[in-house]
């Protein structure tokens, strides 16, 4: 399969919890960390979707968001993944960001005054945040 999503991540649901129109889907991935993926119940159903399934889980970079300091502020975004900061490709209008997860890693496109303001260097703590709307899963065929 060839996607241009950046972010790939093979994994095993761990938990589906059911609601009137979407259901709540539990990943676990690569160095113990946990992806929360929102998709319809047709769509839960279609593929499959139950605790031990192996899924693939593709993220858009455009979508995640780095933060660097949350200064105490909670987020409605389900997905919060901490890590350390391995790359950064400044460009003039944007930047592409890479956090090292600790068995996994996350790209992130974001603009350059973003990447300036947060002063974004390798080494430095950043936690990507992105939306449980925001991860497409596919199974295995």
Do not use: W, Y
């Amino acid at each position: 399969m060839k996607i241009s999503a950046r972010n790939v991540f093979q994994g095993q649901v761990e938990a589906v919890k059911t609601g009137a129109v979407n259901s709540e889907v539990d990943i676990l991935i690569a160095g113990g960390k946990k992806l929360v993926a929102m998709v319809t119940n047709d769509s839960a159903t279609a593929l499959g979707l139950a605790k031990g399934k192996d899924v693939v889980a593709l993220v858009k970079a455009s979508s995640v968001l780095v933060m660097t300091d949350d200064s105490g502020i909670r987020l409605s975004a389900r997905n919060c993944l901490a890590g350390t900061i391995s790359a950064v490709t400044s460009g003039p209008v944007s930047a592409e960001v890479t956090i090292d997860l600790g068995g996994a890693a996350i790209h992130a496109t974001i603009t350059h005054g973003a990447e300036v303001d947060l002063g974004l260097a390798v080494g430095t703590p950043a936690t990507a945040v992105f939306k449980a709307s925001a991860v497409i899963l596919g199974v295995p065929a």
